[in-house]
């Protein structure tokens, strides 16, 4: 039988149970081939039962001076071989991502690496983590490079997104194709100067995933929250309505 795996990382005190929870019963709506959904924390208290819960893979955070830049190098550990005793194709997704529709088609996309081409720098040969499609074990590469000289690594890149894809070079990897993962800021949002006469998040009609990167998170979105304070001249643009569309679906 095809060995499929969902995986998420959890840790740290950002995100709770819920947000496990909630992407395990989405992606069980949406994905029709049989999978292992796997979460790495330190913290299992409150997961769903469906849930595997392994500890988090060994891994040194950054210096100070490169971690506040990005937090997340730990997804590097996830292409250690063997890890969970995963095999096949597995499926990373962070968790304040919202799926849509129907992801079956991600595991036969590529026999290479598959990840979203970042919005805000296209053609720049710079990924977006929020979504990888990864075949276990085959790009372990990318975290013995980096384990070899950690340093030199977050001196040439700023974050692990940009890591991954710089490593790997064009014809290492393929990008999803456009409309599969987009950008809930980016692409749902009014933009330029109609953020400043509307604040109203439209729903998409043909995306499989919704990325909440930065705020809001999935659940400000629903409340109408931006998630954190704001200075006066930035709540003219930093602002939303109540958006029930992702209620439905963040569930």
């Known amino acids: 039988m095809r060995s499929i795996s969902v995986v998420c990382l959890k840790w740290g ?4 149970a819920e947000y496990v929870n909630r992407l395990y019963s ?12 796997v979460c790495f924390t330190e913290q299992a208290e409150g997961i769903r039962g469906e849930v595997e ?21 730990r997804k590097l550990a996830l292409f250690k071989a063997g890890l969970a005793n995963m095999q096949g194709k597995v499926l990373f997704l962070d968790l304040d991502v919202v799926v849509m529709s129907s992801i079956d088609e991600i595991f036969d996309y590529s026999p290479k690496l598959a990840i979203i081409e970042n919005w805000y720098q296209p053609g720049k040969l710079v990924g977006q983590a929020s979504a990888i499609c990864f075949e276990a074990g085959q790009s372990e590469a990318l975290l013995q490079n980096y384990l070899a000289n950690p340093i ?19 014809q290492g990897f393929d990008y999803f194709p ?14 330029g100067m109609r953020r400043f006469f509307s604040s109203r998040a439209r729903e998409p009609q043909d995306a499989k995933i919704v990325v909440f990167h930065g705020r809001p998170n999935p659940p400000d979105a629903i409340s109408g929250q ?15 309505q109540p958006t029930p ?5 963040w569930r």
């Open 152 to 170: 030199k690594v977050l001196d040439a890149y700023r974050t692990e997104q940009a890591y991954i894809t710089g490593f790997l070079g064009k």
């Open 245 to 249: 569309w992702v209620a439905n679906h």
């Open 178 to 191: 456009p409309s599969w993962c987009i950008s809930f800021k980016k692409h749902c949002m009014a933009s």
């Open 53 to 73: 819960i392994w500890p988090l893979p060994d891994f040194d955070e950054p210096p100070e001076q490169y971690a506040r830049h990005c937090q997340a190098w």
């Open 13 to 16: 005190t950002l995100y709770g």
């Open 26 to 37: 989405m992606v069980s709506r949406h994905l029709s081939l049989p999978f292992r959904f």
């Open 226 to 240: 931006w998630g954190k304070p704001l200075p006066w001249y930035k709540r003219w643009y930093k602002r939303i």
